[in-house]
């Protein structure tokens, strides 16, 4: 596991609970000096938990020869950042997220050095592969950090308050996609006090959003509606994004605070809120956008920025689960021991013969590149 080099990423692909976890298995794990220290995770944890730590300084290169399995958080940046990558043994796994829709030139980097490598954003959604899925675990972070930013941000309470004053009334969200991001958005809400309400271009998503106290709002009446495919939203089409954004303005006019999350895997999120819409929010009232980084919900969000636009505050909020590393880190470690445990069972629990079986849909599902390994200990 080495250190990520991605500016603005704290998190890290092994904890020592996971350590402890593949080291049983019969893996042997080497971890570079200082990995963790910024998910919280000191070397002295790693040893304690039996890693090997290793100095990236001094003989980096025949560290990464041994190595059969390469953890990562960003394993793309890793792949085009560490050279060290050049010393892998054919067929050696890169593991980690690849941001692969559209990435050819990633793609054709690990060809050429016939690596194997599994995209985690890939992974498909099926029961077997719940306790694997990365996506969700930090999508579920997002949504929860999404609405403490907002709340933040917000110029009044969130829940109602009755004083010696008078009463106030409590704040109402908004919530825009009904996946794992925005029913934790809804969950932190209405935790705060918030009066929530939701869109989602499923009816389906209705019955997940009233069973934790929010509001749904039907989408439009149209003879064509997206559905899902794979656990994952469609695209919709112009003609309903046209429609929602109609009845989403009334809506907005009433909010103090939004969060935006509808996402649609390898394509540019659908703009759900243009300049117009915005005019019609109160001034003080606060945009989370967690779509940011796919070109964003909102127009006029930026990657990692707040701006004020017609007097609403603008958070374009695209690390959020690197805010909270440690609790981003142990999770995502455990998704990633779970998915390597599950290679090692179809390989006979043997970490020196660790096979990728191409007819299993779980490493099908998000294999990007692949090469036969030769042997190995991961």
């Not at 025949?62 to 399995?69: F, G, K």
């Not at 829709?101 to 890939?122: T, V």
């Amino acid at each position: 596991m080495p250190r990520e080099c991605r500016p603005g990423e704290t998190r890290v692909a092994a904890t020592p609970e996971t350590v402890r976890r593949l080291s049983a298995r019969g893996c042997l794990l080497h971890v570079e000096q200082g990995a963790g220290v910024a998910s919280g995770f000191d070397d002295a944890a790693y040893g304690e938990a039996g890693a090997q730590l290793i100095d990236p300084a001094v003989a980096a290169a025949e560290h990464w020869s041994q190595a059969d399995v390469v953890l990562a958080v960003q394993a793309g940046s890793i792949a085009q950042q560490r050279r060290e990558l050049e010393a892998l043994r054919p067929g050696s796994l890169l593991l980690g997220l690849l941001e692969p829709h559209g990435n050819d030139s990633l793609k054709q980097q690990l060809e050429q050095q016939r690596l194997s490598a599994m995209a985690l954003e890939l992974l498909p959604r099926i029961s077997r592969a719940q306790t694997m899925d990365v996506l969700s675990s930090q999508a579920n972070i997002a949504g929860y950090k999404a609405v403490l930013l907002a709340s933040a941000a917000l110029d009044r309470y969130v829940p109602m308050l009755m004083t010696a004053a008078g009463t106030i009334q409590p704040a109402r969200a908004l919530i825009l996609g009904a996946g794992v991001a925005g029913l934790q958005a809804l969950a932190t809400a209405r935790r705060l006090g918030a009066v929530a309400y939701v869109s989602d271009v499923r009816a389906a998503a209705k019955e997940q959003v009233e069973s934790l106290g929010g509001r749904f709002i039907e989408p439009p009446e149209l003879d064509q509606k997206p559905g899902e495919t794979g656990g994952y939203a469609q695209q919709a089409t112009e003609d309903f994004l046209a429609a929602q954004r109609r009845q989403l303005t009334e809506q907005l006019a009433l909010a103090d605070m939004v969060i935006c999350t509808a996402q649609v895997p390898g394509r540019p999120a659908p703009r759900l809120i243009d300049d117009a819409m915005l005019q019609h929010m109160r001034p003080g009232s606060v945009v989370v956008d967690l779509a940011v980084a796919q070109g964003g919900n909102c127009e006029g969000t930026q990657p990692g920025a707040a701006v004020l636009r017609h007097g609403v505050q603008l958070i374009g909020a695209d690390q959020l689960p690197c805010s909270v590393a440690n609790h981003a880190s142990a999770l995502y470690a455990r998704n990633v021991a779970a998915l390597l445990e599950h290679l090692l069972e179809a390989s006979g629990s043997d970490p020196t013969a660790l096979q990728l079986n191409l007819e299993d849909p779980i490493v099908s599902g998000c294999l990007f590149t692949h090469h036969a390994m030769a042997g190995a200990a991961a």
